[in-house]
Structure formats: structure tokens, C-alpha cells
T-cell receptor
Framework: GEQVEQLPSILRVQERSSASINCTYENSASNYFPWYKQEPGENPKLIIDIRSNMERKQIQGLIVLLDKKAKRFSLHITDTQPADSAMYFCAAITGGADRLTFGKGTQLIIQP | DMKVTQMPRYLIKRMGENVLLECGQDMSHETMYWYRQDPGLGLQLIYISYDVDSNSEGDIPKGYRVSRKKREHFSLILDSAKTNQTSVYFC???????????FGKGTRLTVV
């Protein structure tokens, strides 16, 4: 099936610095790219998403960038806080097929 | 309040037993998904359903089957469970006209 590659698998950053997670996808027909945050023992929760007709989206301290030519999208968390420590997943939906394919996840650790 | 409900939340079964995982949603979403989550592997798509009796294999369908007889219910069935099917199973749903995918709280299945 379609692959979504996500890097890094583990990311340690100092509190109040920025964190960046990168994903690449294969299918140029993908048109929707959500990011999920998952706390231990909980279900994944949508934190931000971007559609293929956009290049950048920001919700407070979360920024998503989409480069369709390179088939790459990224999540940037600014001014990180301890509450940002969690597992983060990128995903891509291919239009028509409705298949939601996930990356393998990034464990984000915010160090004091 | 939009909701995806999974039952049971925890389940222990012996190898060779049949397992039924149930999922319900109250949003009349056409598309529903079953994923399993294992450490380091992210969320892997088992089956996707586009509506009643319209199901399609995901990336890892072997050992599983599904049933969708009503739009709001989507069941995952393991015939003769195996120990390597020990995992956390997530159900999700999505409205074709919208983009966000909603996840249930998961079922932790242990096969001994």
C-alpha cells in the first residue's frame, strides 16, 4: 500500500524551543494531510490539518507546511511546553479512495 | 457530541478463540476504518468500509474480516485468534464530504 514516511522517530528538544517533524508521501493524488497527537493510553486526536490547495497553515503555536512538488509536509511546534510531550503522527488521505495512511510516529520529548 | 464508540475496551482471549470487536458512530459517516497499533509501527490499516456491505482490504487484512450491515456499526472479526494479533485496535469514521477522521478510544486485545 501507499507509504507515508515520518522522521524522526524520536525527538528531544529543550522547553521553549521549536520542534519539527517531517513526512513524505508517494501518491500525488493525496489531497488532505492531518496531524494527530496521541497521549499514552489515549486515542489519536487531530491537532491540525492542511488541504492540498494550501501551502501553509497555522493554529496558535502549530504550523504545517506542504510542498506538493516534493511530496513533503511538516509540522512545526513553536515555544514547546512539557504538555507537548506525546506521540505525533502524520497521515495522508488519497482523494476518492478515502484511505488514511499514517506515518510510524514521532515520540516528542520536551526536556526542562 | 460526535462520537465513535468501541466495545469492549479490554479483552483477553485464548489462542484459537473467535473475537468480535464492535464499533459504533453517531454521525452517519459513510466511511469507517479499522486500524491496529503496535509500538514502532504506527497505525496500520486493516479494513476500510465505504458504506453498508461495501468493504475493502487495507494494508494488513490477513487473519481479519469485517461486517457492516448498518451505516453506524462496523465490526472486526478475528476467526481463531493468534498471539501475534495482540494489539490495540482503533476504529475511526469520516464523512465523505468533510475531512476530519474521528477515532474511538480503542480496544486493547491480548491473545494468550
Amino acid at each position: 500500500g501507499e507509504q507515508v514516511e515520518q522522521l524522526p522517530s524520536i525527538l528531544r528538544v529543550q522547553e521553549r524551543s521549536s520542534a519539527s517533524i517531517n513526512c513524505t508521501y508517494e501518491n500525488s493524488a493525496s489531497n488532505y494531510f492531518p496531524w494527530y497527537k496521541q497521549e499514552p493510553g489515549e486515542n489519536p486526536k487531530l491537532i491540525i490539518d492542511i488541504r492540498s490547495n494550501m501551502e501553509r497553515k497555522q493554529i496558535q503555536g502549530l504550523i504545517v507546511l506542504l510542498d506538493k512538488k516534493a511530496k513533503r509536509f511538516s509540522l512545526h511546534i513553536t515555544d514547546t511546553q512539557p504538555a507537548d510531550s506525546a506521540m505525533y503522527f502524520c497521515a495522508a488521505i488519497t482523494g476518492g479512495a478515502d484511505r488514511l495512511t499514517f506515518g510510524k510516529g514521532t515520540q516528542l520529548i520536551i526536556q526542562p | 457530541d460526535m462520537k465513535v464508540t468501541q466495545m469492549p475496551r479490554y479483552l483477553i482471549k485464548r489462542m484459537g478463540e473467535n473475537v468480535l470487536l464492535e464499533c459504533g458512530q453517531d454521525m452517519s459517516h459513510e466511511t469507517m476504518y479499522w486500524y491496529r497499533q503496535d509500538p514502532g509501527l504506527g497505525l496500520q490499516l486493516i479494513y476500510i468500509s465505504y458504506d453498508v456491505d461495501s468493504n475493502s482490504e487495507g494494508d494488513i487484512p490477513k487473519g481479519y474480516r469485517v461486517s457492516r450491515k448498518k451505516r453506524e456499526h462496523f465490526s472486526l472479526i478475528l476467526d481463531s485468534a493468534k498471539t501475534n494479533q495482540t494489539s490495540v485496535y482503533f476504529c475511526a469514521s469520516r464523512d465523505r464530504a468533510d475531512t476530519e477522521v474521528f477515532f474511538g478510544k480503542g480496544t486493547r486485545l491480548t491473545v494468550v
